[in-house]
């Protein structure tokens, strides 16, 4: 049985590698290899492509009415400490 299979087993919480917060990713100088399993050059691409797209997207959108008007609060109240 494997580590992630006999997960459950014990009466603590689980620390296996690829959980843990503070490990380090192997990552080759591109980023191309994480955990030694390497993406094709061509679907880094299309990757990069759709992640862009999508932050593009996100950026352009509206500010909710309801975050303009915290911010607007927040800016005030920082006002009247100066």
């Known amino acids: ?4 299979e006999n997960q459950h087993d014990n009466d603590g919480p689980c620390r296996d590698a690829e959980s843990d917060p503070n490990r ?3 990552n080759d100088i591109d980023g191309s290899v994480v955990d030694g399993v390497a993406l094709d050059p061509k679907i880094q691409d ?8 999508y932050c593009d997207d996100l950026i352009h959108q509206p500010i909710p009415d309801k975050f303009t008007v915290l911010l607007a609060k927040l800016e ?3 006002r009247e400490k100066k």
């Open 1 to 4: 049985m494997s580590q992630r």
């Open 24 to 26: 380090a990713p192997e």
């Open 46 to 53: 299309q990757l990069g492509r759709v992640f862009r797209a």
């Open 76 to 78: 005030a109240k920082q």
